[in-house]
């Protein structure tokens, strides 16, 4: 009946922080991988952005109860053009936006095609950032074949696991690899 504090194993929950890639090259997949983090948001308490040239938050949109939500990200990313900058939008986010909450339990999901218009190398630079704060990363691309650009390439190794979200079937066969 009485345990010792430090002989209970504590469970704690993953913080997972959601990166959706809303560039021109995503706009077809854009809609369903926001509908997927929102739902994340609601569920399991994910902090969402979403990046293009630059990284912002969009978490509180997540939770609001609107038709409009997609109008109002929409706004939030208006103006980015020039190319998606994936490693700066990571770097980002790991020096700024979630510095003091990254960590052994945290999960970033990067949700893009991979095609970035960084230096090759920088992708990798800040997926090693990411994973010396103990991170783990996930990839979501979205096509069936893993994105062939340089970048992404470089970088797959400091990923943990790298998986197509074409739609439902692969968020559900998703679930095995992601712990």
């Not at 704690?12 to 995503?26: G, K, T």
């Not at 939770?63 to 700066?88: L, P």
């Not at 990571?90 to 960084?118: K, M, P, Y």
Request: with cysteine; net charge positive; charged share 25%.
């Amino acid at each position: 009946p009485l345990a010792p504090a430090w002989q209970v194993r504590r469970t704690e929950r993953p913080r997972l922080f959601i990166l959706v890639d809303v560039s021109r090259s995503m706009e077809s997949h854009a809609a369903f991988c926001l509908r997927m983090a929102r739902a994340f948001a609601r569920e399991a308490d994910a902090r969402v952005y979403v990046f293009h040239t630059r990284l912002a938050e969009v978490t509180p949109l997540m939770h609001r109860d609107s038709a409009r939500v997609q109008e109002k990200i929409n706004a939030v990313t208006a103006g980015f053009g020039g190319g998606t900058r994936i490693a700066a939008c990571l770097n980002e986010f790991a020096q700024g936006e979630a510095r003091a909450q990254l960590g052994r339990h945290s999960r970033v999901w990067v949700v893009s095609d991979g095609f970035d218009t960084n230096a090759p190398d920088a992708l990798a630079d800040a997926l090693r950032s990411l994973r010396r704060r103990g991170a783990r990363i996930a990839w979501f691309h979205p096509t069936r074949q893993a994105p062939l650009a340089q970048a992404f390439g470089q970088a797959r190794d400091l990923m943990h696991t790298c998986l197509p979200l074409a739609g439902l079937p692969d968020l559900r066969a998703a679930q095995a690899h992601l712990h």
